[in-house]
Nanobody
Framework: VQLQASGGGLVQAGGSLRLSCAVS????????MGWYRQTPGKQRELVAQ??????TNYADPKGRFTISRDNAKKTVWLQVNSLKPEDTAVYYC????????????????WGQGTLVTVSS
């Protein structure tokens, strides 16, 4: 099982980014998918989650973040608008995977992270 995150970069405050995370490998189904972020010296924190049925949960419900997924493409996205310097972090995707067989474990898998830097 692999999670490949992309879409990070350097953006000015007020700008937008769309992060992507594609899941591949020995996958029967994917339950909850989510985005987390981490800054140096701090714990990784939840940004948003989405179930296979499309129910969402946001750590900050103010509307700057939108999570979406395509179950057929095994991909989750995070749209971030009105970026602020405090949004600067490494963003990680996570997926709860049910594998086809015991070659891979059942449970949570993480992507490698994609760096978002917001300049003021």
């Amino acid at each position: 099982v692999q999670l490949q995150a992309s879409g990070g970069g350097l953006v000015q405050a007020g700008g937008s980014l769309r992060l992507s995370c594609a899941v591949s490998g020995n996958i029967f189904s994917i339950n909850v998918m989510g985005w987390y972020r981490q800054t140096p010296g701090k714990q990784r924190e939840l940004v948003a989650q989405i179930t296979s049925g499309g129910s969402t949960n946001y750590a900050d419900p103010k509307g700057r973040f939108t999570i979406s997924r395509d179950n057929a493409k095994k991909t989750v996205w995070l749209q971030v608008n009105s970026l602020k310097p405090e949004d600067t972090a490494v963003y990680y995707c996570k997926a709860n995977i049910v594998p086809w067989n015991s070659r891979d474990r059942l449970g949570d898998y993480w992507g490698q992270g994609t760096l978002v830097t917001v300049s003021s």
